[in-house]
């Protein structure tokens, strides 16, 4: 089965959603939206627990979403294109990370089927 979307819903205390609230979105994959161009967000993966902040986590765009059933296991999949960050610490400017595309020996892009439980 494939997937133009998948819902994520975690904790995050927030205004929006209150102390204890419960935040929902989705995560899109999609040829067309909205009859317009592509859209492929982008996700934190697991990277370490054990590591503070940004640097715990992976970076990836999600270009499709799918699942399949193997012995009576489902498993929900995303493929992935992987980012890296640019440097060892976020920009002095904007106080964000800034990443780019991740590429193989060969120059493709690095990509992966990853396991949606591992996107947080």
């Not at 964000?96 to 591992?118: F, K, N, P």
Request: glycine content about 8%; some cysteine; aromatic content about 18%.
């Amino acid at each position: 089965y494939s997937y133009s979307s998948a819902a994520a819903t975690f904790f995050a205390p927030s205004e929006l959603c209150g102390t204890g609230g419960m935040y929902h979105q989705r995560i899109h994959a999609t040829p067309s939206w909205q009859n317009g161009p592509p859209r492929h967000d982008c996700v934190f993966a697991e990277k370490n627990p054990d590591l503070p902040g940004f640097q715990g986590l992976y970076v990836a765009q999600v270009i499709s979403l799918f699942a399949f059933h193997y012995w009576n296991v489902y498993y929900p999949c995303a493929f992935v294109r992987w980012f890296t960050p640019i440097g060892n610490e976020p920009c002095p400017n904007t106080g964000m990370w800034m990443v780019e595309a991740e590429y193989d020996d060969g120059g493709d892009y690095l990509v992966d089927v990853i396991h949606l439980d591992s996107i947080l």
